[in-house]
């Protein structure tokens, strides 16, 4: 089971990844901070992921953000995966399919040499939004 985190654990590991700093950037932040750290409920890959997804975005982005996730009615990591996900554009989520399917548990230097230099770049931004995860150098992912 997944430890859920208390609300002051929950909103230093969210800024941390919105902000990349523990504090927000502006009142209105730190309130819509708040309504997200509400939403992920403690989990802290839910708090990473939506973290990673709204650093720098603006605050009519983070809005928007929050509104989309409102119309989920229970969330589930997958769900909030998914908005993630869903932001991708065409090049990236083709090469987030190619590393679900063939390399997972594979060097992300190898990478990169098989899908073109764009991997390159796109694994960052995967790393970024926690739809993957680089340890020791070798590329995972949750399932």
């Given at each position: ?11 230093e590991l969210f ?27 403690g989990l802290p ?99």
């Open positions: 089971m997944l430890k859920e985190l208390n609300h002051e654990e929950a909103i800024n941390w990844w919105a902000f990349k700093q523990n504090i927000p950037r502006s009142k209105d932040f730190k309130d819509l901070s708040d309504c997200v750290v509400k939403y992920a409920k890959l839910a708090l990473k992921v939506l973290g990673g997804f709204l650093y720098n975005k603006s605050i009519d982005e983070w809005k928007s953000t929050l509104k989309k996730l409102e119309k989920i009615p229970h969330m589930k990591v997958h769900n909030i995966l998914r908005v993630s996900y869903d932001k991708l554009d065409d090049v990236e989520q083709r090469i987030f399919l190619d590393i679900a399917c063939f390399f997972r548990g594979e060097d992300k230097d190898f990478v990169p040499r098989i899908l073109g230099s764009d991997a390159d770049i796109v694994i960052r931004v995967l790393q970024e939004r926690c739809l993957i995860t680089i340890y020791e150098n070798m590329i995972d992912m949750h399932d």
